[in-house]
Nanobody
Framework: QLQLVESGGGLVQPGGSLRLSCAAS????????IGWFRQAPGKEREGVSC????????RYGDSVKGRFTISRDNAKNTVYLQMNSLKPEDTGIYYC???????????????????WGQGTQVTVSS
């Protein structure tokens, strides 16, 4: 059964760090781009980051560049999002999804991606 499951969210103080995981099952992860997205209450879903099957292509949204790092371990069928220097505006539900291809698009658009996970809540607050 094709599935993406996010984990690793939680409550963290501003300036803190979290590492999110996106565990894939039911398909060969190497053939797909994986995107991370987030959605805050009352806002549209926002593309955060993307990584290609080989890891050779990555993209970041402007609001997270220099603070977030995406990586993948195909042997574990898992993609990670390391989030550092977290800000209150990073609060939201974080989702991962897949897109068949081998190069991340310039713009990480949620409408291009499929097979969404259930999301994991990230709250940045003091």
């Amino acid at each position: 059964q094709l599935q993406l499951v996010e984990s690793g969210g939680g409550l963290v103080q501003p300036g803190g760090s979290l590492r999110l995981s996106c565990a894939a099952s039911g398909f060969v992860l190497n053939y797909y781009l994986i995107g991370w997205f987030r959605q805050a209450p009352g806002k549209e879903r926002e593309g955060v980051s993307c990584i290609s099957g080989s890891g050779g292509s990555t993209r970041y949204g402007d609001s997270v560049k220099g603070r977030f790092t995406i990586s993948r371990d195909n042997a574990k069928n898992t993609v990670y999002l390391q989030m550092n220097s977290l800000k209150p505006e990073d609060t939201g539900i974080y989702y991962c999804a897949r897109l068949y291809g081998n190069w991340c698009p310039n713009r990480i658009e949620s409408t291009d991606f499929r097979s969404w996970g259930q999301g994991t809540q990230v709250t940045v607050s003091s």
